[in-house]
Structures are given as C-alpha cells and as structure tokens.
C-alpha cells in the first residue's frame, strides 16, 4: 500500500513536472539566454490564466485551444515590454536594479487588475478532460494532469527545435553572450532579444491556460510560481531547456511526495529550499553553461 | 549639520507631531500616522542595504514578519506561562511577563538582525538578482515555517488583546504611535551616520564596483555582513509592534507582498542615494495610500504603489531628490 502511495505520488509529480517545465519555458529563456531578469512572469501566466477562462466560460472554447489562438497576442505584448525596458533601462545601462523593480512592479500591478476584475473567488475552466483519470495496473494517471504535461512537452520539444536549428534561435541563445559578433554577422541584438522575450511571454499564455486546468487560480496564486520558476530554472542551469525540464520534473516529483506524505503545506517551501541549496552549493545549476 | 543636532531636530519634530495629532483629539490620525512612520522605517532600512549597497532585497515582508511573530511568540509563552514551566519558575516569571512592547522591539530587532546576518553570508556566493531571488525564496521559506507552526497560531493566525489604556499617553495606539516615532528617529539617524562614515563610502564602492573594492582592500564581507544584519534588524524592529496595533496576525497578512513592493517602491520614489529619500517617498506614498484606502479601496491603493514604481523607475531614475536636484543645477546654471 505504501508503494502504490509512492508510486502514485511519484506519477503525478512527473505529470505535474510536465506542467512546471511549460511553465518555466519563458524564465528560461529571458533570464537563462537573455539576462532580462523577468520576475513578473507568473503574472503573464496568470493573465493567460484568466483570458482562457473568460473565454471558456462565456464561449465553451477549451482553454488550450484559446491559448494558442491568442499566442500571437502574448508575443506582441512580450516584444512591446521588452522595448520600453530596453529604452528605459538597457540603453541606459541600469538594467540590473532598477529593472528588477521594474518588472516586480509590472508583477504587482497585473495582480491587482486582476484582483479587481475578477476578486478574490478562485475560478476554473469546463473541459471534458478535467475529472476522469486512466487507470493502469493500480497506477493513477489523472487526465486534467496528463494532458496539459503531453501539451507542454510538444511545446517545449518544439521550443528546442527552433533554438538548436534556425538561425534566429541560435542567434537567441547567442545574444547575451556575444552580441558584438551578432553585429558583425548583420543581424540587430536588439531585435533578437524583442523577439526571443516575445516568444518567452508567448510561452506564458499556454502555461496559463495549463495552470487554470490543473487548479483553480486566484490572482495570488502567480507569487507561489515565482520561486518555483526561479528554483527550476537555476537548478536547470541557466539557459538550458533540456536542463530545465530535468530540473521541472525533479521538482515536481519532490513536491509531490513532500505534500502525500507531509502535507501540502509544506509544498511551497520545497521549491524555495532547492532554490536556496542550489544557489549556495552549485550556482551553475545541472547542465549551466 | 552634526549628529546629536539632527538628533535634537528629530525630536523636536516628533515632539511637535505628537502634540498636533493630540491636539486634533481624534485616535484615527494616530493609526494612520502609525502606518506612515511604519513604512518609513521599513524603507530607510531597505534603503541601507538596497541604496547603499545595491543589493535588492525583496524579503522586507520576510523580516517585518520575524519581528512581528517574534512578539506573538513571547506574547503567547506568557499566556500559557503554567503549562509550559515547572512550578517553582511560573512566579518569578509571572513578574516579567508579559514583556512590555519596547522589550519585545528590540528582541524582534535582534531576531531579525541575525536572520540577515545568515543573508549576508548567502552575498559570498550571491551577487545581483540571485541574491534577491534568494530572499524572496527565504521570505516563503519563512512563511511556510510559521504556517506550520501552530504555537504561534498557524494558519488560523494568532489573536492579542492588547490593554486599554497606558498610564501617560492614554489610548494605547499613542503609545504605540510614540513608540514607532523613536524607531523612525532611530532609523533615519542609522542612515545618516552611515551615510557620513568610513562605512558609508565603503558601501558605495560595493554598490558600484565589488571586485574592483575588493581588489583595493575594502573588507566587503565585512560590510555586506554589517549592512544585511542593520538592515534586517531595523525591518524586524518595525514589524514587532504589529501585533499590538492590528490586535490578530496570521502569516497572510505579516507577510503580505505589500510589504516588500512598498519598501522597495519607497525610496525609488524618494531618491535612493540619501537617508531623506526613503523618508520622502514613505510620507508621500504612505499618506496617498491611507487617503486612497478609505476615498477608494484598498486594492486600488495597491494599484497606486505599482504604478508609481513602475513610472518612477522609467521616469526618474533618482527619484523625487534627484529630479529636486537636478531642478536646482538647471536654476543655478540659467
């Protein structure tokens, strides 16, 4: 009995590490490739969150389809962001302080909107998948996880793809490192980096939709998500996808038996403590550059 | 100006404000002021290792808390004094407890103080925003801990009656509000030796090039250490009377983000370079907010505090003192 508890624990942590490593995709990649320190991510994933509801209550559209109709939406939002930070701070060069707080202003002020449009009642989406589970041999495979972590690996698997072989993605992952040399193979860093934040608060409109299928979401529910983000992806190793969907499905699977066999209160502070032993014993995190 | 001047002129004013909020007769004045010199104290202490040293740190909710539950605790050991000593000690102890405020200020102080000095280790291995994601994660740590604790109430949060009346200043809320004044005076005075000293100067060079100070034989550990633990003690000592003045805490609430995005968004609208900028921004933006709080709602005054932080940051870089500042250049040059 103990064991079938385990190795349940240990199958939903796997779905639910499916789901983190969508969710960190964004982090991964503004602040693993580009250096643009974006802690207000979980409020983008939020926001998706709450479109794909509104959207699925008043037209019964599923919440996944709704994200990706409106991921062209999220990109122009992203690349809008990135260019009043990269007047406002990267050209100035005072990105590290004051861009921070930057972007934990945007964080907080999209929660309030939020609070005030919504309030403070948790909401959810309607979708067939979301109640049944299949069963396998005394394993438990609930479908409102499953599906959102089979959605998230093709989005992730697709993520790396057009990273490791188009040209734009390549120039993605060079950009911080050495944008001179970018330069001198004619291509604009800065248009890069619209594009690479683009895509990552892109990524940020499917997690949303993924996170309100999982769990009904309040507005508050975004500050939980930032440590776990940042845990993942340092963990991962900064820049690194295949290294952050390890460290996502590492974390969920300890998340998970944390809260079957300690409670679920205890959860949220999992993230943090792996976030705070990685930072002190191995900065570089699994695969870091 | 010297120190013990400032020192002086500070109490005059505090003398000065106490007898005009007295004099309007009305205890709501006094809870709102409370809130004001809260935020002040909060954001010059921000301001020590943020301003002066440039590390963020986005744990202030975390360290107000400390201070807060620091004070529950002690509150509650001297509710249950019976069950939780041996006989023979419950009657010396009964004589001590329950710890005035200012005592349970400075324990809170030094709780708190220690906590950031085990941060300002984590600043060996931590430069720039690692370090602030690290304390945002120890403020959850934290949080999570005090959820789980239920000696201190737990997530069912912890109730306080605090007395009535305090021989001298009557309602206690006055005695809570002169208490916080002295904690402003003694936060505002920190800052501006600091700013004034060997340290200060010393703070600046890690804030603009650590290696490089390191390299000229500044001791930064030394002083990263000073600034996180002053500057976590000062948090903590702000947070301690908390539970006196709300009267019911639960970890909600005690570590409530607004917290951390007001001290942060306090002297980045003030001016972060001087003791007078936390202070300015915490008056002005603690003030809007109480007006915006009973005029509007509370969330929109939250709302408020975003935006302005948001606006500053991209506006006005050294906030309101640097656009005073450079105002003042432009009129002397013209």
């Not at chain 1, 996502?248 to 205890?266: C, K, M, Q």
């Not at chain 2, 004001?36 to 020590?48: D, K, P, S």
């Not at chain 2, 103080?113 to 959850?140: C, D, E, K, P």
């Not at chain 2, 975003?306 to 606006?311: D, R």
Request: charge should be neutral; aromatic fraction near 12%.
């Amino acid at each position: 009995m103990e064991l079938n508890l385990l190795l349940n624990a240990v199958i939903a942590g796997l779905l639910l590490g499916g789901f983190y490593a969508a969710v960190t995709a964004g982090i991964s990649i503004s602040f693993g490739m580009l250096d643009i320190v974006n802690i207000g991510h979980p409020a983008f994933i939020l926001l998706g969150s709450y479109i794909a509801y509104v959207v699925n209550v008043n037209l019964g559209v599923d919440p996944i389809v709704v994200s990706i109709i409106v991921l062209p939406a999220f990109y122009f939002l992203g690349a809008f962001i990135y260019q009043i930070y990269y007047v406002s701070f990267e050209k100035r060069g005072q990105e590290s302080l004051r861009g921070l707080a930057f972007f934990f202003g945007v964080l907080f002020v999209t929660e309030v909107c939020l609070l005030l449009i919504f309030g403070v009642d948790y909401r959810s989406v309607n979708a067939t998948y979301i109640g049944p589970s299949l069963s396998f041999a005394h394993m438990e495979f609930p479908l409102r996880l499953l599906v959102p972590c089979f959605v998230s690996l093709i989005m992730f698997a697709a993520l790396q793809i057009f990273l490791a072989r188009t040209f734009i993605g390549r120039a993605v992952m060079a950009v911080s490192q050495d944008p001179t040399a970018l330069r001198l193979m004619a291509v604009d860093p800065t248009r890069i980096k619209r594009i690479a934040f683009g895509i990552s608060i892109a990524t940020a409109s499917m997690a949303g939709a993924f996170l309100i299928i999982i769990q009904p979401v309040i507005p508050s529910v975004g500050r939980d998500y930032i440590g776990r983000i940042f845990a993942i992806c340092v963990l991962g190793g900064l820049g690194s996808l295949p290294g952050t969907l390890i460290a996502a499905l590492l974390l969920g699977v300890i998340e998970s038996i944390t809260s079957v066999f300690y409670g679920p209160s205890w959860a949220p502070a999992v993230s943090f403590g792996i976030l705070l032993l990685t930072l002190a014993v191995k900065p570089s995190g699994l695969l870091g550059r | 100006m010297r120190t013990p001047v400032f020192i002086l002129l500070q109490i005059a004013v505090a003398t000065a404000l106490y007898f005009i909020l007295r004099a309007a007769d009305n205890d709501y004045l006094f809870f709102l002021g409370y809130t004001v010199l809260e935020f002040i104290v909060l954001a010059t202490a921000w301001n020590i290792l943020g301003g002066y040293c440039g590390y963020v740190n986005f744990g202030s909710a975390g360290f107000f808390a400390i201070g807060a539950y620091t004070s529950v605790f002690f509150y509650t050991v001297g509710q249950s004094l019976e069950d939780l000593f041996p006989e023979n000690l419950v009657g010396p102890l009964q004589s001590v407890f329950p710890l005035p405020v200012p005592v349970l200020v400075v324990i809170g102080g030094i709780v708190a103080g220690l906590v950031g000095l085990g941060t300002g280790y984590l600043t060996l291995r931590l430069r720039g925003v690692f370090f602030a994601i690290a304390t945002l994660a120890l403020s959850v740590v934290l949080q999570t801990f005090v959820l789980n604790w239920s000696f201190v109430g737990g997530s069912r949060g912890a109730y306080i009656i605090p007395p009535d009346k305090v021989p001298i200043f009557g309602p206690y809320i006055q005695y809570l509000f002169v208490l916080m004044l002295a904690l402003v005076i003694l936060s505002l005075t920190c800052a501006r030796l600091i700013e004034r000293s060997r340290l200060g100067y010393g703070f600046a060079t890690i804030r603009d090039d650590e290696l490089a100070a390191e390299a000229c034989g500044v001791p930064t550990l030394r002083l990263k250490l000073i600034a996180t633990t002053l500057s976590g003690a000062l948090m903590g000592m702000a947070g301690a009377p908390l539970p006196f003045y709300i009267g019911y805490v639960e970890p909600g609430s005690a570590f409530d983000l607004s917290y951390a995005v007001n001290s942060i968004a306090m002297p980045m609208i003030g001016g972060t370079t001087s003791w007078a900028g936390p202070m300015i921004g915490a008056v002005l933006l603690g003030t809007l907010q109480q007006i915006a709080t009973v005029t509007i709602s509370s969330a929109v005054n939250l709302l408020i505090v975003g935006l302005l932080l948001i606006g500053f940051v991209i506006v006005a870089p050294s906030g309101i003192i640097g656009l005073w500042q450079g105002w003042m250049r432009r009129r002397k040059e013209a």
